[in-house]
């Protein structure tokens, strides 16, 4: 079922924690402190734990998990305060931080304390079909209206537009869970706690199992899409990436450069030292580069001995121009090392803003690179 991080908001964490306490209050002032079946509504709790636990993101505000309608089958089964207690206990394992631990928490334990007032302070039954489908849809009925009034709460206190999904989504959630509340309470009636006890524990080792598989498809998915996007001798990005970076730059308009770095007669490395050596200079090269850019920026392989340097929210061409010359100066005036040669390699670099597309852009650093070299390599020209 659904709920929302944002509810972390002060105003709305506490009035709920408030109501919540309230609720308990007025449940022991009429009497409604017996919890029954407590090894059951203990079992229920380790349950909704584990479900609180394999909860999942539909956003950065937005997760769902299964704790709460087992949080309400506990006020069912076991009563208010068993509802209640449920609620709390998988708080406490609940991964947000702050005050929307205390919301999510209330919210719950409110959810599973109208539950079982529902039942037992209006003394319905559930054994029988039709009287436990009535119990679980008017459960469930009342625990999707509370997370409505927290959804709207929330929009009021101004810590989020009203999420018009998530509350569509706990009202349709309600109808389709009611029957299976239905279902393990009317087995519980009939057949005691085995019944419950026989569906939860393989429906959360199913969904742990779930978990494990979608957590190791999407690390998977994640590295593959790394490999893809770089180099595999120096670890720099490739054109891929470059491709695809340079055209959020080109929708953002946030003023971008290139910077094309080239070592400076880098074949005699190769012939005198061996291409070994060469490698382990192109690696270095992009370690020197890589902590001479900012955080947002990217370092490319380009080609052979040859590297792009994109560079994001530059001030003006000055600002370009220096770090253009500082990218140079740090990969040529630091001669490399390279079991026990000391190996001396200058750069040559080309540099340019970008103004329209793509191409242009790698035209205009290409040009500048070329003057570089054709004046006497070893230094910076923006165009």
């Known amino acids: 079922m659904g709920t929302a991080a944002s509810a972390g ?13 309230a609720g308990v209050a007025a449940a022991a002032a009429a009497g409604l402190t017996h919890i029954s079946q407590p090894w059951l509504v203990a079992f229920l709790a380790v349950a909704a734990t584990i479900a609180v636990t394999q909860a999942v993101d539909f956003g950065p505000d937005t997760q769902f998990d299964g704790g709460q309608p087992i949080t309400i089958l506990a006020g069912i089964l076991g009563g208010p305060l068993a509802g209640y207690g449920v609620g709390v206990v998988s ?10 631990r205390v919301a999510y928490g209330s919210i719950r334990s409110l959810q599973g304390l109208v539950a079982g007032v529902i039942v037992a302070g209006a003394g319905l039954r559930y054994d029988d079909a039709l009287h436990s489908l009535g119990v679980g849809v008017a459960a469930e009925a009342a625990a999707a209206a509370i997370m409505f009034a927290a959804t709207w709460l929330i929009a009021v206190a101004g810590r989020r537009a009203f999420d018009r999904p998530l509350a569509v989504w706990n009202a349709a959630a309600a109808l389709l869970v009611a029957p299976l509340l239905a279902g393990l309470a009317l ?7 085995a019944p419950v006890v026989y569906v939860i524990v393989p429906a959360l080792l199913g969904v742990v199992v779930v978990r494990i598989f979608r957590e190791r498809w999407r690390e998977q998915h994640v590295e593959s899409e790394a490999r893809a996007n770089r180099d595999p001798l120096t670890g720099a990005y490739n054109r891929r990436w470059f491709e695809s970076a340079i055209a959020g730059e080109i929708a953002t308009r946030s003023g971008a450069g290139l910077v094309l770095v080239d070592l400076d007669h880098f074949k005699q490395v190769n012939d005198r030292y061996g291409h070994a050596a060469g490698d382990a ?6 370690q020197r580069l890589v902590a001479g850019v900012r955080p947002g920026d990217g370092v490319v392989r380009w080609g052979g001995e ?3 340097i994109l560079l994001r929210h530059l001030g003006s061409d000055a ?3 220096v770090r253009a010359e500082e990218l140079r100066r740090s990969v040529g005036d630091k001669p490399f090392e390279f079991e026990g040669h000391t190996i001396a390699v200058t750069a040559s670099a080309g540099a340019a803003t970008l103004a329209s597309d793509s191409d242009s852009l790698v035209r205009a650093a290409d040009a500048a690179l070329y003057d570089a070299k054709r004046t006497g390599r070893n230094r910076a020209v923006l165009v």
């Open 9 to 21: 908001g002060t105003v709305v964490a506490r009035s709920f924690a408030l109501l919540t306490l």
């Open 91 to 100: 708080t406490i394992f609940y991964a947000r931080p702050g005050g929307s």
């Open 187 to 193: 087995a519980d009636a009939h057949a005691g706690a």
């Open 281 to 286: 200079v192109l690696l270095e090269t992009v």
């Open 306 to 308: 040859e590297f792009a």
């Open 319 to 321: 600002d370009l121009a």
